[in-house]
């Protein structure tokens, strides 16, 4: 529940703002095919001038603030939209493309369908939903898309290089996710991409923990899934390391696995392949080191090894990224890859305090949880990491943890 009278921060809708840019609430954005495309006319809908409601909201752009901004080619009141579109589309054969998958604005969509549908003089000759061809446009990003993701990635990068500097025992989940989000606001981020996941021990087997009101302990792992938003794009990035600064014997054997199956996945990213067939070597991978761990027999059959990696590996290898953290999520994973996508490769082992291990190193790994994450643009020769320094190896988290003795 929230305050009644307490203001909460707008968020464009992605597919809105990567059309036009417009930052307002209340917005529309028509298109309209003239003489067949890609000639068109852009038709923005936004709020309009008010003094009363800038003097306690801040200040609107109105019609002609929004078409200089944006430099669509006409702009109007949103009060006029319904109107509008009887009055000049109710009354002509037309095709629609509308986002009939997701209602983002129930008054607004309720207007349009309304206007449209409902007209006794309406003749649309069809409707077809435009999600899944814009985001096939903003899978693939231009060079200005990710030089702001670049920029994303490294705020990231340096965010967890200070976070984990911060890191020592009884330090509260929630404080060492202040020290993250301070970082990233005074390096340039406007906000956060989502709620940071900040799970100390076995909390680090939930996968969308995000209470962090726990208190660090000591020989405790914090699992810390986090990322920055900057001018509209995002990162996403994983880091897992020791509250006190060192690895345990077993705790360094299953953080290093599951480094190398990320280092692996990485090279493997490039032009042709699929985030589907990078999931599936990474399970393979994954299925190998755990035999090699002692977490699952070498004796193992096909159907138990699966069964065990559905366990201790239960999400995919990574997802698309972009303006969204899971970015344009109407494109499948079984696309094929190509120069200017950008995907993660995060891959986990979770492993569950009752779960049957086969050494005595490999019990040091029940209730651990541990997932690494990278931010990947596909490029014509393979891939770049976007925050490439964030670090990552044992050698670079104790350094900077237990070998300064910060933690």
């Known amino acids: 529940m929230g305050c009644r009278?307490?203001?909460?921060?707008?968020?464009?809708?992605?597919?809105?703002?990567?059309?036009?840019?417009?930052?307002?609430p209340d917005a529309v954005l028509l298109l309209e095919s003239t003489g067949g495309l890609p000639e068109h006319k852009s038709i923005l809908y936004v709020r309009p001038r008010d003094p009363h409601?800038?003097?306690?909201?801040?200040?609107?752009?109105?019609?002609?603030?929004a078409a200089a901004f944006t430099g669509v080619t006409e702009a109007y009141n949103i009060d006029e939209l319904g109107a509008h579109l009887e009055q000049k589309y109710s009354k002509m054969g037309f095709s629609v493309w509308y986002c009939t998958e997701e209602y983002v604005h129930p008054d607004h969509d309720d207007v349009i369908i309304n206007s449209l549908?409902?007209?006794?003089?309406?003749?649309?000759?069809?409707?077809?939903?435009?999600?899944?061809?814009?985001?096939k446009l903003r899978l693939v990003k231009s060079p200005a898309e990710l030089n702001l993701m670049r920029k994303a990635g490294q705020i990231a990068a340096s965010a967890f290089r200070e976070t984990m500097h911060s890191t020592r025992p009884d330090v509260m989940e929630y404080q060492l996710e202040s020290v993250f989000e301070h970082h990233c606001k005074m390096k340039g981020a406007q906000t956060l991409s989502f709620p940071p996941v900040v799970a100390g021990g076995s909390r680090a087997n939930c996968l969308h923990y995000i209470?962090?009101?726990?208190?660090?302990?000591?020989?405790?792992?914090?699992?810390?899934?986090?990322?920055c938003e900057y001018h509209g794009y995002v990162s996403d990035v994983t880091r897992t390391w020791p509250v006190s600064g060192?690895?345990?014997?077993?705790?360094?054997?299953?953080?290093?696995?599951v480094l190398r199956v990320k280092q692996a996945s990485i090279k493997a990213s490039r032009p042709g392949v699929t985030l589907n067939q990078l999931n599936r070597s990474a399970a393979n991978m994954i299925s190998s080191e755990l035999q090699a761990l002692g977490l699952v027999p070498r004796n193992s059959?096909?159907?138990?090894?699966?069964?065990?990696?559905?366990?201790?590996?239960?999400?995919?290898?990574?997802?698309?990224?972009?303006?969204?953290?899971?970015?344009?999520?109407?494109?499948?994973?079984?696309?094929?890859?190509?120069?200017?996508?950008?995907?993660?490769?995060?891959?986990?082992?979770?492993?569950?305090?009752?779960?049957?291990?086969?050494?005595?190193?490999?019990?040091e790994m029940l209730g651990t949880g541990i997932r690494i994450e990278d931010d990947v643009v596909i490029t014509e020769s393979g891939c770049e990491v976007l925050n490439a320094n964030c670090p990552q190896t044992v050698a670079e988290i104790t350094e900077l943890c237990g070998g300064l003795a910060k933690c």
């Open 5 to 24: 009278v307490c203001r909460y921060r707008f968020h464009q809708g992605t597919d809105l703002l990567y059309m036009t840019g417009f930052q307002e």
């Open 211 to 227: 209470a962090n009101n726990r208190e660090l302990r000591a020989g405790d792992l914090v699992l810390f899934d986090a990322g």
């Open 246 to 257: 060192q690895f345990t014997a077993g705790q360094r054997e299953l953080y290093e696995a």
């Open 301 to 363: 059959s096909a159907s138990e090894l699966t069964q065990a990696i559905n366990k201790l590996f239960p999400h995919h290898l990574g997802h698309f990224l972009g303006m969204d953290t899971h970015d344009t999520p109407t494109v499948d994973r079984d696309t094929v890859l190509s120069p200017g996508m950008v995907i993660t490769i995060e891959p986990g082992v979770y492993v569950p305090r009752d779960w049957h291990v086969l050494t005595k190193t490999a019990k």
């Open 117 to 135: 549908t409902n007209s006794p003089h309406s003749h649309i000759d069809n409707v077809h939903t435009y999600t899944q061809l814009l985001h």
């Open 53 to 65: 409601r800038e003097l306690w909201d801040g200040p609107r752009a109105g019609p002609d603030g």
